[in-house]
């Protein structure tokens, strides 16, 4: 991994080499226990900030948990001061097995080994090894955080060339193509495939076999998805497409109880996808992920308060959307509702479904769908449900502040130990999170100086990761912005993985564009800027020209709230025009770009893909102040799939 918080770790593994005497290793042991225990720490150095450590694990089942737990510089011991183990060889006859780890620790540092906890998960068993172990640094002087490089570019304004691209006409613009191929997938003309599903990609069985098998409906993605659906319904005035829309929204909503009453659900409503006919996807994958549930709520209450709006019928909301103890096969989110109210506090996999923890984002979406729930089933006549939604935002809304670690100036994607080698914490998750989860409350919106310190590192963080990020403008000069992935350490290729194998995605670049003119939007309605500590190395890139200082507040009035937000609107375009500079000719959006060729890579015709271009493009118009757009995309209306 190369970005600009591991570039201490390049020059550090320079120094070690030079300091390399002095590095300690301390072997406890050369051989497995013959004690009958099950877990045994066999050697430990912490040198030039950077922790290394092996064990031997009894192989008494396949999948493990193997932690280490210690005290920080501080002495303390919080959920991040712990960090995991992975595989690394078989030994013997297979009875054990040797796991390693090489964790950079330096921001938090480490002072004792407490313990090392080994869950054997499929027999749910844990074994635990008491440690009690000091740990001295050695090798070269411990690094720290560097700060965030300076900008490459400066760009300003809205440009042209995006302006077109995003166009609602003429047909052939990058907006009407998002807008068709999102609905070829909605409702996919798939043989046994039912109303109400999106299917994730158009790669798998029926797709000519393609690599990777996307052929599902995954909760999350498909409630993005028809969220946008529901934004085109509330915006639509032509009544042909207007009832297309919310035939649509019905049909989901009744897809989405199907789900929830399926007899062969293993986490409750948490499971991840279904199979187009809406039946549980029943082999092993990374469940529960209590993210679905929470925005699937979202989009169905945002869908039933436009149609409220539009002198629709409350008895049919209750029917069809919101009452799942007197409707459970038609109405959905009640139960979703109590279900995130019920289960917020549990760990879940990721949005990328690859960790189990704490996540950021998931704990955004539930609040923003406890939040809202609380106010709907108010408007459905339901104070007591109310009462339990609104009860459990308060309680997980205390949680929240646990994610900002002033130590690295990010809010951390996830609460916990360092998980697949993410030493870094960053994660394009932790925007999505506000786009996905900002309740319009003041709490983690995008003008939150914790947020914007953390869309600075994750974003800038990918600069020295891709290739690709060399090229910094188009054949006219016009900047592109930064290629954004996943996360840094990303080792997925969009079939396999590989070392260095991740790439940018078109929805994570278009969600930073989409972050930019919403920031510029929250900007406006407040009418000034206000820059702390934390908030100016975000402006010191993406607005230097404004110049603005600490402490200040400047009023719309002032050249330096204009200069700082035309600058944020320049960059919503750089990154925009960086998913324009790679998609291809004919408008299809894949879920990766190659890193060293910008090549379009992985699942073809991503539907999130779509939908996050189409999501930015209205945020960009709301920027721009078009309020116009929406509609005259909304009032083309779609071919049904048939």
């Not at 999102?182 to 000519?208: H, K, Q, T, W």
């Not at 990721?350 to 406890?370: G, I, K, N, P």
């Not at 999505?432 to 310190?453: M, R």
């Not at 600058?567 to 299809?588: C, E, I, Q």
């Amino acid at each position: 991994m190369k970005n600009y918080l591991m570039k201490a770790f390049t020059g550090l593994a320079l120094a070690a080499t030079a300091w390399s005497q002095a590095c300690q290793t301390n072997t406890l042991r050369t051989s497995v226990p013959t004690d009958g225990t099950k877990v045994a720490l066999a050697s430990y150095s912490y040198c030039g900030g950077t922790f290394e450590a092996s064990t031997y694990i009894a192989n008494v089942n396949y999948n493990k948990v193997v932690t280490l737990y210690y005290t920080n510089r501080q002495d303390e011991s919080t959920p991040l001061s712990s960090l995991t183990f992975g595989y690394s060889s078989s030994i013997g006859d297979g009875s054990w097995e040797l796991w390693t780890t090489s964790t950079p620790v330096y921001i938090d540092g480490i002072t004792e080994l407490l313990n090392l906890t080994y869950r054997a998960t499929d027999i749910g068993q844990t074994y635990v090894q008491q440690l009690g172990l000091p740990v001295d640094a050695t090798g070269a002087p411990e690094p720290t955080l560097p700060s965030p490089p300076a900008p490459y570019a400066t760009p300003s304004g809205f440009s042209d060339d995006i302006t077109s691209w995003l166009s609602v006409h003429p047909a052939g613009s990058e907006a009407d193509i998002a807008f068709q191929r999102m609905f070829l997938n909605i409702n996919p003309a798939v043989e046994g495939a039912v109303d109400g599903v999106v299917v994730a990609a158009r790669s798998g069985p029926d797709y000519d076999d393609k690599d990777p098998d996307y052929e599902y409906t995954w909760v999350r993605d498909t409630s993005l998805t028809m969220d946008v659906v529901a934004d085109l319904y509330a915006a639509a005035t032509v009544k042909k497409a207007k009832s297309q829309y919310e035939d649509v929204l019905f049909e989901y909503a009744a897809a989405r109880a199907t789900e929830q009453n399926d007899p062969g659900l293993q986490t409750g409503l948490g499971e991840p996808k279904f199979y187009l006919n809406n039946t549980i996807f029943r082999e092993p994958w990374g469940r529960p992920q209590n993210d679905g549930p929470a925005t699937s709520a979202i989009t169905l209450m945002e869908f039933a308060n436009s149609f409220l709006a539009d002198r629709g019928s409350i008895d049919t909301i209750k029917r069809k959307v919101y009452d799942s103890a007197t409707y459970p096969s038609t109405a959905p989110v009640m139960k979703d509702l109590l279900f995130v109210a019920s289960n917020w506090t549990s760990s879940s996999f990721d949005l990328w479904e690859e960790e189990e923890s704490d996540h950021f984002y998931t704990r955004m979406v539930q609040r923003r769908a406890l939040v809202m729930g609380a106010a709907f089933a108010t408007k459905m006549g339901d104070p007591s449900t109310s009462a339990t939604l609104s009860s459990a935002a308060d309680a997980l809304t205390d949680t929240l502040s646990q994610f900002w670690d002033p130590n690295r100036a990010i809010l951390l994607y996830e609460y916990g130990p360092v998980l697949k080698g993410k030493s870094s914490y960053l994660d394009i998750a932790v925007v999505l999170g506000v786009i996905h989860g900002y309740a319009d409350d003041d709490v983690y919106g995008y003008t939150n100086d914790e947020v914007l310190s953390s869309a600075l590192r994750i974003s800038t963080s990918f600069i020295d990761v891709y290739p690709i990020a060399d090229t910094k403008s188009n054949s006219e000069g016009q900047a592109l912005g930064i290629p954004v992935g996943r996360y840094p350490e990303d080792v997925y290729t969009g079939t396999g993985t590989e070392e260095n194998g991740g790439n940018p995605w078109y929805l994570c670049t278009a969600a930073m564009a989409q972050f930019m003119y919403s920031a510029s939007t929250a900007y406006d309605s407040a009418g000034s800027i206000t820059v702390t500590d934390v908030s100016k190395p975000f402006f010191d890139y993406f607005a230097p020209a404004a110049a603005l200082q600490v402490g200040q507040t400047y009023s719309s009035s002032s050249k330096k709230y204009d200069q700082a937000i035309s600058s944020l609107n320049g960059w919503g375009d750089a990154f925009m025009r960086t998913v324009k500079y790679y998609t291809p000719a004919n408008g299809h959006l894949a879920e990766e770009y190659d890193r060293d060729t910008g090549v379009p890579q992985g699942a073809v015709d991503l539907t999130w893909s779509y939908a996050s271009v189409l999501t930015a493009a209205f945020a960009r118009a709301e920027a721009r102040g078009e309020k116009n757009y929406a509609k005259h995309l909304a009032n083309l209306g779609f071919e049904a799939n048939s």
